[in-house]
């Protein structure tokens, strides 16, 4: 068992549309209450989690906590992805779920209450999972690489992430999503891409959306791939095909309770790499961030990451 002094919170007063910063306070005397003294590191702006998780694990922190959503978890990860492979094996991430976007924990099952979330970092106990690696091409038209824990799409998911990072998250998570989807898809139009998946698809497609993904949900409840596993060393690829309009609506609420894979022109891959590219602009949906477009590559981790879970 790791000492307190093992500890780091790494926390975004500004997820949650906001509300971190109000109950921060609460969290922090229950986790002191729990885990006795650790450091706190408090970002403040876009990115910033990236280079406190790296001051964290410079300075032996073992433990780092995301307080946030999926969008300062991805940064979290990505600062902890910095580390040596020999030493990022002795780390381990613990969730404070608390953000506009917290899908990623109905796949790994953390408790969404922030008491027992951290009664459960209290346990140390961990399973490792995989990540997605991508190599994109951000807005400056420069090569990337990200890594990331949950869902990278591509198509209408960018459009939509875009819309709800620009308005209010006020209504909260589910709200937020599906008015900002509702919107993309009458001003969104439908894409032609070349997408190949493994060994077994190697194709033009037209789409509304491509997501590649590890964990299970995104776009705030969205249930995409309710096949996905976090440590089977695969990705699932849900490409959502050339559906009229009308049909996109009849069938969405299947995109939430799981039956999306029913949909005639959906088509569920699977494979350990996805590559993607287009003659027209497509954005892409990364954890929920808005990072640039195709052509992209991604290829997936087999556990890279410990994470604290049920």
Known sequence: MMSSSDVAF??????????????????????????????????????????LTRKA?????????????????????????????????????GV?????????????????????????????QY???????????????????????????????GEVVKRVNRATKMFGPFFSFLWSTLVSIFLYGKKKIHLRVGDDFNSNCIIWNVAVANGQYHGGGMWVAPDAVVDDGLFDVTVIGDLGLFEVFLNLPK???????????????????VEALADQKVLLDVDGEQLGTLPVTLDIQPGALNIISE
């Open 255 to 273: 995109l939430y309770n799981g039956k999306i894979k029913e949909v005639d022109k959906v088509i569920a891959l699977s494979g350990e790499k």
């Open 96 to 124: 404070v779920p608390n953000g506009t976007g917290c899908d990623f924990i109905k796949t790994v099952q953390i408790p969404t209450d922030i008491k027992e979330a951290i009664d459960l970092i209290a346990t140390a």
């Open 127 to 157: 399973k490792t999972i995989d990540l997605g690696r991508l190599f994109y091409l951000d807005h400056q038209g420069r090569e990337n690489c990200r890594y990331f824990h949950n869902i990278a799409s591509f198509g209408l998911g």
């Open 10 to 51: 790494i926390v975004n007063p500004a997820a949650g549309n906001g509300s971190t910063e109000s109950v921060w306070p609460a969290i922090e005397a229950i986790a002191r209450d729990l885990l006795g003294h650790f450091e706190t590191y408090v970002t403040t702006g876009p990115g910033t989690a990236v280079s």
């Open 57 to 93: 694990v410079s300075k032996r922190a073992r433990l780092l906590v995301c307080v946030g959503g999926d969008g300062t978890l991805n940064e979290v990860i990505n600062g902890l992805m910095e580390t040596e492979d020999t030493a990022r094996s002795d780390l381990i991430l």
